[in-house]
């Protein structure tokens, strides 16, 4: 919450002065936007209680003094604890106002028991200029209070207009005698339709008549003070309200304890408090009810950033139909797109049937203020464009225009139907300081190629490489521990045969990488137990999917294998396993090895996953999903389904 | 070897949360209702943790509960938001790996949540946004706003404002200037 100082300013007034006390309280309500908190104190009950009034004078940050004719009078009466009052107050913090009395009204006896007094602030309040004499009172006090120190934009403001506005239609000095404590318990309306700042709605309570000024909160709310004395006097307040001559609505409010929320509800019809509002307090304290309303169920009550972050999860037709449902929602509903994916749906809708051209550009930088980055999606780029740089993924179906490719200096992401081209196309240059590329590599691609590339893009991230034939799979295999920033690595390679130390030398080098994707379209079981062994030298590894294609190669009972090589690999998130030979035996202890697996893929054609390795996998405590694929459900499994669901910890999602 | 020891100090960060959610301590709403909740599940929030750890975790249970002063955390809106915090306290944490930002942006919620975020009272629903908002709790307001979107989805103006109760500060004209301007988003294919 956000926390400041708020300023303490006493007002000492005189019996006559108390409609200016209260006059002044309520037009600084209206016309500072700084909380002020406002301690009244009569100056015939100075002998009340003095000491601790005294005692707390160096707190205050501010002091009023409502001369009037009572009040210079009172001075004489109480002469000793004036003198000892104002000898403590700071004069350059005490403000003089002249109410129905003039300067030369003060004695040089006055002068004498008001200590400092040549040297505070003076002002003479007139009738007939009150405008002026206001804002005086106010720039003086904000000099008073120095309030440019507290560095809140909500400071002091003195707007002209506004004050010209309230003049016009508060009620002046036709208040009545009563005291108005000033506290921060205040009563909040709330109204169906929204309210301008310069409606006035006024509060009437009980027989008396007496019309309470209403605050302006916001559009839909208001609030109100009952005067302390209307509440000790009274068991049940009647509250209506009134706006110009129109009776808004009359409310009961028993004033006697604190209630609850239902209580309330259930004893008082809210007829008049809008649908759209609820009760949020009452409460009953130092002799005063605290009622608060607010409207709870419109979405209108989110701020600006709140309102920007729950529509930042829509999708970009939604954002566009939403955009005039309200000033709101256009001002926030496209603020958080900063990349948008161009795919060809969208180019349809952008540019018709026609190529991607420049004119759409415009017509999204507009919209969109944090535009940074456009993403292609099997989209032909648009020939020359100043908006090129903005493009940082391309995906390319289209290899005529990648030698444009220089255009697009902030590209990351490329995705290309093969490694070859931009060799072809002599674009090898231009394709450099990737994040991440996915293609194949075709026959025809050279050791000299996968070293220019790879020299290229040291700080590759993402390589995903579909490799056609056993030549380009032992080249791109040689060069993969040379990407040290490598984090994500996924090869679908032609055959099983990889040179021996291939995986540790990749684990050695490349320290960061998490992710590992291996199809390998011929795999012997025997290399598949080996390259799941070799794992462990990928200890970071948060994802592992091994696959293959082929399974005939798998005839050899012999090589059943066990998930205990895993171990190495703790940190693994998401597993995905192609097999057929897994054993009851291979799942034990899984739960020991793989404490924060979440997502269990399982290949698995030939059934070997039994009933009891369920018990094993379900114990793993971090598990989320878990499939198994190409399993036939063998029936004895649905009569022992139940068994499984009580097994099933409540977040597993099957 | 240093990978070794990352792992032993994962498992046993694992094992200290799980002991320390055994620790209740006292949040107290704005209502003034006051309502336990595990300590690890309540430092989900980082309102509260910055609180625990300013306050540190001693004082935090054997004192006074920790007041949430803000009016949208009522009594049945903090009542939800521990329900949350203690389901899923023991949530892997997220993987701040590269991309996953947009993945988990798209990815459904799952089936819990969308049962507890599903709540008849538009105002508790709101309530508990904006008291995960000012908790602090971003993965339960994602929840909510993952919700709200999925309401939204599809649906016109003005049955988005009628659902979520919105104020149509729009003139007729300025309406149907912001409609001609978007005209092309809504071309058939």
Not at chain 1, 73 to 91: C, F, K, V
Not at chain 1, 484 to 493: A, N, Q, T
Not at chain 1, 632 to 644: A, G, K, T, Y
Request: glycine share 2%; proline share 3%.
């Amino acid at each position: 919450m956000l926390s400041f100082i708020i300023p303490e300013i006493v007002v000492l007034y005189a019996s006559d002065g108390r409609e200016w006390d209260r006059y002044l309280a309520e037009e600084f309500s209206q016309m500072i936007e700084f909380p002020l908190n406002i301690h009244h104190k009569q100056a015939e009950h100075l002998d009340e209680d003095y000491d601790h009034f005294h005692q707390q004078i160096p707190r205050y940050n501010a002091f009023i003094l409502l001369i009037s004719k009572e009040f210079l009078h009172t001075i004489q009466l109480l002469s000793h604890r004036m003198y000892t009052l104002t000898e403590s107050m700071n004069p350059a913090k005490c403000l003089i106002m002249f109410c129905d009395c003039l300067e030369t009204d003060v004695s040089d006896g006055h002068k004498r028991l008001l200590c400092g007094y040549r040297r505070c602030h003076r002002l003479v309040a007139t009738q007939t200029d009150v405008k002026q004499f206001m804002i005086n009172t106010v720039k003086c006090l904000s000099n008073i209070l120095d309030l440019n120190r507290y560095k809140d934009h909500r400071v002091l403001n003195v707007s002209k207009k506004r004050y010209e506005n309230f003049i016009s239609i508060a009620p002046q000095f036709e208040l009545s005698t009563d005291t108005i404590h000033t506290r921060n318990e205040r009563i909040y309306i709330l109204l169906e339709s929204a309210v301008s700042e310069t409606q006035r709605i006024h509060v009437s309570i009980g027989v008396t008549n007496d019309l309470l000024i209403v605050h302006w909160k916001n559009p839909y709310t208001l609030y109100f003070t009952i005067p302390e004395f209307m509440i000790s006097y009274n068991d049940t307040l009647e509250i209506s309200l009134i706006c110009g001559h129109k009776h808004l609505g009359t409310q009961k409010i028993l004033n006697t304890r604190s209630l609850d929320r239902n209580e309330f509800a259930m004893k008082y019809s809210l007829y008049d408090i809008p649908r759209s509002a609820s009760l949020s307090h009452i409460q009953y304290r130092d002799r005063q009810v605290f009622i608060a309303f607010r409207v709870t169920n419109s979405l209108d009550r989110f701020g600006d950033d709140l309102c920007e972050l729950l529509l930042s999860y829509l999708s970009l037709e939604d954002r566009f139909r939403c955009e005039c449902v309200s000033k709101q929602f256009q001002r926030t509903v496209f603020t958080t797109i900063t990349i948008i994916t161009i795919d060809q749906k969208l180019k349809r809708k952008l540019c018709g049937p026609q190529y991607l051209n420049n004119n759409f550009i415009p017509k999204l930088a507009k919209k969109f203020p944090n535009l940074r980055t456009i993403d292609c999606q099997s989209v032909s780029i648009p020939p020359k464009t100043l908006f090129a740089p903005m493009f940082t993924r391309l995906n390319y179906n289209y290899p005529l225009n990648i030698h444009r490719l220089n255009l697009y200096h902030r590209l990351s992401h490329l995705k290309l139907h093969s490694l070859s081209e931009i060799f072809v196309y002599k674009t090898e240059f231009l394709v450099k300081n990737l994040t991440k590329i996915v293609c194949e590599v075709t026959t025809g691609f050279t050791r000299q190629m996968m070293s220019t590339f790879v020299a290229n893009n040291r700080r590759l991230k993402s390589l995903h490489l579909k490799c056609e034939s056993l030549e380009t799979q032992l080249i791109v295999i040689e060069f993969v521990d040379q990407l040290p920033y490598l984090r994500e690595l996924s090869v679908d390679l032609p055959s099983d045969q990889i040179p021996a130390n291939t995986w540790l030398k990749i684990g050695q080098n490349c320290r960061q990488l998490t992710r590992f994707s291996l199809i390998s379209r011929t795999m012997s079981a025997k290399t598949y137990v080996r390259t799941l062994d070799s794992m462990q030298h990928f200890r970071r590894l948060k994802r592992l999917s091994l696959k293959t294609v082929s399974f005939n190669l798998w005839r050899n009972p012999s090589a059943s294998h066990e998930l205990s090589v895993l171990r190495h690999c703790r940190r693994l998130t998401h597993l995905s396993l192609f097999t057929s030979r897994l054993t009851t035996d291979s799942f034990a202890c899984i739960d020991q090895y793989l404490p924060r697996l979440q997502h269990l893929v399982i290949g698995d054609t030939r059934n070997t996953v039994t009933f009891d390795s369920f018990y094993h996998i379900l114990k793993l405590p971090a598990l989320k999903t878990l499939t198994i694929d190409g399993h036939h459900w063998p029936e004895v499994f649905d009569s022992r389904m139940h068994e499984l669901a009580m097994v099933i910890g409540p977040k597993l999602e099957f | 070897m240093a990978d070794n020891a990352d792992h032993i100090d994962g498992d046993d960060n694992e094992d200290v949360r799980a002991q320390q959610n055994l620790i209740k301590i006292k949040l107290k709403s704005s209502e003034g209702g006051i309502y336990e909740c595990g300590l690890t599940a309540a430092k989900m929030s980082d309102l509260v943790k910055n609180m625990v750890e300013s306050l540190g975790t001693d004082a935090v249970v054997t004192t006074e509960p920790i007041i949430l002063g803000n009016e949208a955390v009522t009594d049945a809106a903090l009542k939800k938001i521990i329900e949350w915090v203690e389901f899923h306290w023991d949530d892997p944490p997220v993987d701040h790996d590269f991309e996953d930002e947009k993945d988990r942006r798209n990815e459904e919620l799952s089936h819990w949540d969308k049962q507890f975020i599903d709540v008849d009272d538009q105002a508790l629903l709101f309530d508990v946004i904006a008291a995960a908002n000012y908790m602090d709790i971003k993965g339960l307001v994602e929840v909510g706003a993952k919700h709200i979107c999925s309401k939204i989805r599809g649906k016109s103006c003005q049955e988005v404002r009628e659902m979520l109760k919105i104020t149509n500060d729009f003139t007729a004209e300025e309406e149907d200037a912001i409609h001609k301007e978007n005209a092309w988003i809504y071309a058939k294919d």
